[in-house]
């Protein structure tokens, strides 16, 4: 079955970029999804198709994938920013796959 | 806008059946290009995709739930609906209900917008 790893946590100052990466064999192959879930809310999209942002969303918000590898990109972070976010790509064999999620701080 | 509204029993026993709703507005389940899922969060984890259905009434479910799962529409009603059969502690979660985009050639999907979700507890 296909998986995904993301790290636990990620910390950022105010003002400075923040990276999550999102871990999968081959993932460059697939596209990737990425949602921010802030507490007792339900998650939104952030970014589809590895770089594409919804409106609405600021273009502080950037994606990009390769390799085994995919990022999420969040540029002069704000306190606002902190969430969790979970990337997410389909698979023939799978079906719908997410990753475990990064607590983002900004500190 | 498109909305969606999930609903439903929030208490379940052990061994019995979750039964959920989850009401569109703003916009029509029939539409073209899209599918419907479930996705549920257990306290505290991640997130884990249940199935989708399609206003035609077809549906794929994740393999790990299949046994249990079945997701229908109703047109008419504008909504769509979860029922996972034999729970257990397991499955207690927050539901969510979400609309799919997604590629016709590879099957790559998405979801947006989600609803807000619905916690069920399974306890006796």
């Known amino acids: 079955s296909y998986e995904l790893t993301q790290p636990p946590s990620v910390s950022v100052a105010p003002g400075k970029t923040a990276r999550i990466p999102c871990g999968g064999n081959n993932i460059g192959s697939k596209n990737v999804h990425w949602y921010q879930q802030k507490p007792g809310q339900a998650p939104v999209l952030v970014i589809y198709?590895?770089?594409n942002r919804p409106s609405g969303i600021p273009e502080r918000f950037s994606g990009s994938n390769s390799g085994n590898t995919a990022t999420l990109t969040i540029s002069r972070a704000q306190a606002g920013d902190e969430a969790d976010y979970y990337c997410?790509?389909?698979?023939?064999?799978?079906?719908?796959?997410f990753g475990g999620g990064t607590k983002l701080t900004v500190l | 806008q498109l909305q969606l509204q999930e609903s439903g029993s929030g208490l379940v026993k052990p061994s019995q059946t979750l039964s959920l709703t989850c009401a569109v507005s703003g916009g029509s389940i029939s539409s073209g290009g899209y599918s419907w899922s479930w996705i549920r969060q257990p306290p505290g984890k991640g997130l884990e995709w249940i199935g989708y259905?399609?206003?035609?009434?077809?549906?794929y479910y994740n393999p790990s739930l299949k046994s249990r799962v079945t997701i229908s529409v109703d047109r008419s009603k504008n909504q769509f609906s979860l029922k996972l059969n034999s729970v257990t502690a397991a499955d207690t979660a927050v539901y969510y209900c979400a609309r799919d985009s997604y590629d016709i050639l590879t099957g790559w999907r998405w979801f947006d917008p989600w609803g807000q979700g619905t916690l069920v507890t399974v306890s006796s």
């Open positions: 259905i399609y206003h035609s009434g077809s549906t």
């Open positions: 198709r590895d770089s």
């Open positions: 997410q790509v389909w698979d023939s064999s799978t079906s719908v796959v």
